[in-house]
């Protein structure tokens, strides 16, 4: 029996498979948790990702990433998942579209294509109803630039009536003057 043991661990397959479970160890899987690299890819990814939340004004994923980085932490004291798990959760969360399945996606699609045919319509009215809008208001401006005009002429029509009378006005000023003297 001794001999039949020594034998199939002299096998190739059973070396494989030692080399297998050496690699596969917990030692050598929790590794990657503790990598270096990894930690600062992940900081890096993190800050970029809260800038860009915080840049677009979506502070309610910046809070969302905020607590579950906060929540993680009283579970797990590793950064990387605490990273990891915060950005992937913001995410989850802030496009939920993404996880549905494509059971639904033909009824969205033709719901959006209905929904973006009714905004064009809409559109167009609008549009028609600001040129209407534009004609009314350069006619109003037009007959206003009218009247504008015509006061604009009587104005300088006074003001040409007035001239005599403000140069014997000057006139009269200039012998009170020389009467004071």
Same mark, same amino acid.
């Given at each position: 029996m001794f001999g039949f043991?020594?034998?199939?661990?002299?096998?190739?397959?059973?070396?494989?498979?030692? $080399?297998?479970?050496?690699?596969? =160890?917990?030692?050598? =899987?929790n590794s990657i948790l503790h990598?270096?690299?990894?930690?600062y890819a992940l900081?890096?990814?993190?800050?970029?990702d809260l800038f860009y939340l915080a840049n677009s004004r979506d502070f309610t994923s910046v809070t969302?990433?905020?607590?579950?980085?906060?929540?993680? =932490?009283?579970?797990?004291?590793n950064m990387i998942v605490i990273l990891f798990v915060s950005i992937c959760i913001t995410h989850i969360l802030k496009y939920p579209r =993404?996880?549905?399945?494509?059971?639904?996606?033909?009824?969205?699609?033709?719901?959006?294509?209905?929904? $973006?045919m009714e905004n064009e319509d809409e559109k167009e009215e609008d549009d028609k109803k600001e040129s209407m809008e534009n004609k009314k208001n350069t006619e109003e401006m037009t007959t206003e630039m009218k009247e504008f005009m015509e006061v604009q002429n009587k104005i300088i029509g006074g003001?040409?009536?007035?001239?005599?009378?403000?140069?014997?006005a000057e006139g009269f000023i200039e012998k009170f003057e020389k009467y004071n003297r």
């Open positions: 043991k020594k034998f199939t661990n002299s096998l190739p397959f059973n070396k494989i498979k030692n $080399h297998f479970n050496t690699i596969v =160890s917990k030692k050598n =899987s990598n270096r690299v990894l930690l900081l890096i990814l993190a800050l970029l969302i990433f905020i607590l579950i980085g906060l929540l993680t =932490s009283f579970f797990c004291k =993404s996880l549905e399945g494509a059971k639904n996606m033909d009824d969205e699609e033709n719901e959006d294509e209905k929904e $973006h003001m040409a009536e007035l001239e005599p009378l403000m140069q014997k």
